[in-house]
């Protein structure tokens, strides 16, 4: 089985939300977090006038989510179509391979505790 570690804008929460539902993965955890990339911040207003002030971090939503090795490609590849724009400010795809998962009500493991 494998992690995936997704870190998109929060906009495009929904968009994974779905392409996750459509492959019928179960569940999957979601923080609200903040880092520091390639991408050049924006500067913000902060009030009236003309002072502006750049933040030094990024706010992103990181999404994890484990499935069954057969799934886990075909997931990347479709959140790579449909929120994927050409530049590196849209986020980041990690994949981890995972040793085993327990349900600890059923007790079952491996794909079947997903």
Do not use: C, W
């Not at 804008?9 to 390639?38: A, C, F, N, Q, S």
């Not at 959140?79 to 400010?89: D, K, M, P, Q, R």
């Not at 998962?101 to 794909?111: F, L, P, Q, S």
Request: aromatic residues 8%; hydrophobic residues 35%.
């Amino acid at each position: 089985m494998k992690r995936l570690d997704l870190i998109v804008p929060h906009e495009r929460v929904r968009d994974v939300y779905e392409i996750l539902h459509k492959y019928k993965v179960g569940g999957l955890t979601m923080y609200d977090i903040k880092g520091r990339g390639r991408t050049k911040q924006e500067p913000l207003a902060v009030g009236r006038g003309v002072m502006k002030y750049v933040a030094e971090y990024g706010s992103n939503t990181k999404i994890e989510v484990l499935a069954p090795d057969s799934l886990a490609d075909s997931i990347v590849n479709d959140v790579l179509a449909e929120i994927g724009t050409g530049t590196s400010s849209i986020g980041k795809i990690f994949v981890f391979n995972e040793v085993g998962a327990y349900d600890i009500g059923t007790k079952e493991t491996g794909d079947s505790a997903l």
